[in-house]
């Protein structure tokens, strides 16, 4: 019979494995996307976690790109309209639908006994990661790719097509993917802090044994088996806990480098196709959160290395250097940093791939739990087809390289206002002047991030600097050189640094610069702007409105304040917004813009900051990044930009001039 089989052909195999995988590929899609199929959230949550196993089993080998596992994902795919269609919308009307259920339930409603170990507190995170986790093994397929693009691109033009297997309407796609992403940033802080106080019960547990063994402590308060299983207990749950964080880092740090450019910067046909996510990535609700979330944790991480608060674990210094590493990568990313086109600095996605390997080999020598490994096995599945990606478009496109730098260092001086960038952004044209003002556009978004970063009460320029030091690796014994060194040469990059390469690091302290001087250019601004009128303060946060809009109500709020409003209430449990006034359902679509009040502001704008503008030029004013830099573009005055033409062309020629010392 062996030998029959053998005979048989290969044609036979591949349609036995074809028979096996396709109809359970498509019986978990339609469990996974289509409610009517089943009620049961939680088992739809399992289908979810089958689902990422079927396709890490049927996808991996060692040449992903080139194996037949992997083309015949991809034509199953291109095969069946459930699978190239709604796949995509139905896993985010999915992770939505599961969000409202657990929020409704308090989030307890996916405890440790319905998510195979995890920890109770994490509610639904686990959930969140896995689909966060199968959209980027999708966004590696071309044709889901193209779905990708096209759902978010309906989503803002018309309505998103009802799928025949949902029960209800699908939500705008944009807005479930915003979700998504700020659900991720608020899981991180809940999960660093989780890690946090499961730290300190730990060091104050050590402490106490160390003091009973040195005699400083005769009689323990519990004994010491029992401190021994305390040890354990919460030993096991900060493993998760961080493994779990470490995972979600390195989603958030997925979504970046789709959002900085990263892959459209080695080639210009990867530019066009992003466009679309990027837009979503790039709103100013999303960007402010991932600043905060990210100033919170570089904050937090500096400060326990200064403190030598993780010293008393081996372990868990590898994982804060692991977070650390991870924290420098994402704000290189969301600031733009990466894709600077410098011969001297040149942040390779080499070192991410290298941070992921690095802490996937960890987890398989600490972690048993069995979500974390399917979710492990997905997330190198997915690194590695990135990386064969990459290694492959790095030949295309070098010999336009020269003129491509010379267009871009002319075009540098030109500064974009937010709709002029966010637009260009939307185009599908890949010609040498879009790739260009592309990544002119990147950059200039980059701003507002680095402006929310700086514009946080938690910003310390030597202590986000100094906890770079953390990341080089062991010198000597002798802990006195080494610390003076340290104290000295905080910025020394000679000796390098672990799982990153130095060019990454010299850009994290280009931010951190950037924002230091950001934040003396926001005190100037403030003096000049002096006390606000009333009218034009949002009547929620009694902050500037720079895109004042009109709710049903009648009342005239900022539209990023009600934006993150809306946001947040939708996580909170509620199927739609609520008005912060009259608590009547509120959507963005409900609300109307005030284009009188939006000039009106503008002029008083311009006319107090007339003088800060001719001191301090175009370019540095759009350093406040919050908005402020498209109420100053110059096509609403003509007169204004006849006036500042000196200063602009001065402006151009000093940053030439710095750019170049």
């Known amino acids: 019979m062996k030998k029959m089989k053998q005979g048989q052909g290969d044609t036979e195999v591949v349609d036995e494995v074809t028979e096996v995988v396709e109809p359970l590929l498509v019986m978990l899609t339609q469990i996974v996307v289509a409610p009517k199929f089943t009620k049961n959230p939680h088992l739809r949550v399992e289908a979810l976690r089958s689902l990422t196993t079927l396709l890490t089993f049927v996808s991996k080998g060692q040449q992903v790109q080139h194996r037949t596992g992997h083309r015949r994902v991809e034509a199953l795919f291109k095969r069946h309209e459930l699978l190239s269609r709604w796949l995509i919308p139905g896993i985010l009307q999915f992770h939505s639908d599961m969000d409202r259920y657990n929020a409704s339930n308090n989030g307890l409603a996916f405890t440790s006994a319905v998510t195979s170990g995890d920890h109770m507190l994490w509610g639904f995170l686990p959930t969140r990661v896995a689909v966060t986790l199968l959209l980027r093994y999708l966004w590696q397929l071309p044709s889901q790719q193209r779905s ?25 796609s944009t807005q479930q993917l915003t979700g998504l992403v700020s659900g991720l940033w608020s899981d991180i802080a ?155 600095s040149s942040c390779s996605p080499s070192s991410f791939w290298k941070i992921v390997r690095a802490s996937g080999d960890i987890m398989e020598r600490r972690v048993g739990d069995l979500d974390t490994q399917v979710r492990w096995g997905l997330n190198a599945l997915c690194t590695r087809i990135e990386s064969e990606s990459y290694l492959g478009s790095t030949s295309l496109e070098e010999d336009g390289g020269d003129d491509e730098m010379c267009v871009a260092e002319g075009d540098e001086a030109h500064e974009l206002d937010e709709d002029e960038a966010l637009a260009l952004l939307e185009k599908q044209a890949a010609a040498t002047s879009s790739f260009t003002n592309d990544s002119v556009a990147t950059k200039r978004l980059g701003k507002r991030f680095i402006a929310t970063l700086a514009k946080d009460g938690r910003f310390d320029f030597r202590m986000f600097v100094g906890g770079c030091r953390f990341l080089r690796p062991p010198r000597s014994q002798d802990g006195s050189s080494s610390e003076s060194d340290s104290d000295e040469e905080p910025l020394s990059v000679e000796d390098g640094y672990l799982y990153l390469d130095d060019s990454w690091v010299q850009q994290f302290v280009r931010v951190m610069q950037e924002a230091d001087e950001m934040i003396h250019v926001q005190e100037a601004m403030e003096a000049c702007l002096g006390d606000i009128p009333d009218q034009y303060l949002d009547p929620l946060l009694s902050t500037l409105m720079t895109d004042p809009v009109r709710l049903p109500s009648g009342n005239i709020v900022d539209r990023a304040v009600i934006a993150r409003h809306l946001l947040a209430s939708s996580q909170q449990g509620g199927s739609t917004g609520r008005d912060p006034f009259t608590r009547e359902p509120l959507t963005m679509a409900m609300v109307e813009p005030c284009d009188a009040l939006r000039v009106e502001i503008q002029l008083y704008l311009r006319t107090k900051m007339r003088h800060f503008r001719k001191t301090a030029r175009e370019d540095v004013l759009a350093t406040w990044g919050l908005g402020w830099d498209v109420l100053f573009d110059s096509s609403s005055s003509e007169t204004e930009a006849e006036v500042d033409s000196e200063d602009g062309a001065e402006g151009s020629n000093s940053s030439a001039t710095a750019a170049s010392s």
Request: net charge negative.
């Open 148 to 172: 990708f693009l096209q759902m978010l691109n309906a989503s803002d033009s018309v309505t998103t097509p009802q799928s025949p297997l949902s029960a209800e309407p699908t939500n705008n």
């Open 190 to 344: 809940k999960l660093f802090d989780e890690a946090n106080s499961k730290i300190t019960t730990l060091r104050q547990i050590h402490d106490l044994i160390e003091d009973s063994l040195d005699g400083s402590v005769v009689v323990l308060p519990f004994r010491r088996d029992m401190l021994d299983g305390y040890v354990a207990i919460n030993s096991k749950q900060l493993r998760l806990t961080l493994r779990l964080l470490l995972e979600a880092l390195e989603l958030t740090s997925w979504l970046a480098s789709i959002a900085s450019g990263e892959n459209s910067f080695r080639s210009r046909s990867l530019s066009p196709p992003a466009a679309a996510l990027r837009h979503v990535l790039l709103q100013p609700l999303v960007v402010e959160q991932a600043a905060r979330t990210l100033s919170f944790l570089v904050a937090s991480l500096a400060n326990a290395h200064e403190e030598k608060e993780w010293a008393f674990s081996h372990p868990l210094l590898q994982d804060g250097k692991l977070l650390l590493a991870h924290l420098i990568v994402l704000v290189v990313r969301y600031s733009g940093h990466n894709v600077v086109r410098s011969s001297s």
